[in-house]
């Protein structure tokens, strides 16, 4: 049973660009998560969503931030026109929908995006 | 303040035990976790004790859970150096919002 899958791992972007980041959740998880880690930073929570719904987007900066989780592929975090304080590792979990056989709402992470703004 | 608080730094000695201790604030905290993040790599879920529950042993891992005081610890027994990482500890609520809130992170280090 494969784990969360992040791609790319590192990802390299000059000013004004834009960053696309990939997570594919875990077999059988339909809800994933968005988390950015700043150097020396604990994790802060961006985004939550399921399939083809957003329902948490309290972390998330009010411009240039997107994210999505259609109905078929991986969730996408979308950054436009880059900046250096954007660079970051961002760390996707995935987790069983609430109130499945077992569920703990645990959330299992994915190895990263390391995103670097030149 | 933050919601989940963490030294930021512990060293022991190989073979030593070592004991990361955390606090939170939300009362209504349903589950709290451990997890480890080793250099350049995600979190790995270590593991987790529902708030109902005061000790959960796995392996050299011993959770302690005080309630009343809003206190977690995680001890390692026969601390190895691949036990060199960062902790997190996190809580959540399943009755509300179950985003987990993180805390900043302890880094251990294991030296000979």
């Known amino acids: 049973n494969a784990g969360v899958m992040q791609n790319p791992r590192h990802l390299v972007r000059r000013r004004g660009q834009e960053a696309r980041l990939r997570c594919s959740p875990m077999?059988?998880?339909?809800?994933v998560y968005w988390y950015r880690q700043l150097p020396e930073e604990g994790l802060k929570f961006m985004v939550y969503?399921?399939?083809?719904?957003?329902?948490?987007e309290s972390g998330m900066p009010k411009e240039r931030f997107s994210a999505e989780f259609p109905k078929e592929g991986p969730s996408i975090l979308r950054i436009q026109q880059v900046v250096r304080g954007d660079s970051a590792a961002y760390f996707c979990?995935?987790?069983?929908?609430?109130?499945?056989?077992?569920?703990?709402?645990?959330?299992?992470f994915g190895p990263g995006t390391r995103l670097t703004v030149l | 303040g933050e919601d989940v608080e963490q030294s930021l730094f512990l060293s022991v000695r190989e073979g030593d035990s070592s004991v990361i201790n955390c606090t939170y604030t939300?009362?209504?905290?349903?589950?709290l976790y451990w997890y480890k993040q080793e250099p350049g790599a995600g979190l790995q879920l270590l593991t987790y004790?529902?708030?109902?529950?005061d000790m959960k042993q796995d392996q050299r891992l011993t959770v302690l859970l005080n309630k009343k005081d809003k206190h977690l610890s995680l001890r390692i027994a026969d601390t190895q150096t691949g036990d060199s990482a960062i902790y997190f500890c996190?809580?959540?609520?399943?009755?509300?919002?179950?985003?987990?809130?993180f805390g900043r992170g302890t880094s251990l280090i294991v030296h000979p």
């Open positions: 979990a995935s987790s069983r929908p609430r109130g499945a056989m077992g569920s703990t709402d645990t959330q299992y």
């Open positions: 969503l399921q399939k083809e719904n957003i329902i948490d």
């Open positions: 077999k059988g998880h339909s809800h």
């Open positions: 996190a809580e959540s609520f399943s009755g509300g919002s179950y985003i987990p809130t």
């Open positions: 939300d009362s209504s905290s349903t589950y």
């Open positions: 004790i529902f708030s109902n529950m």
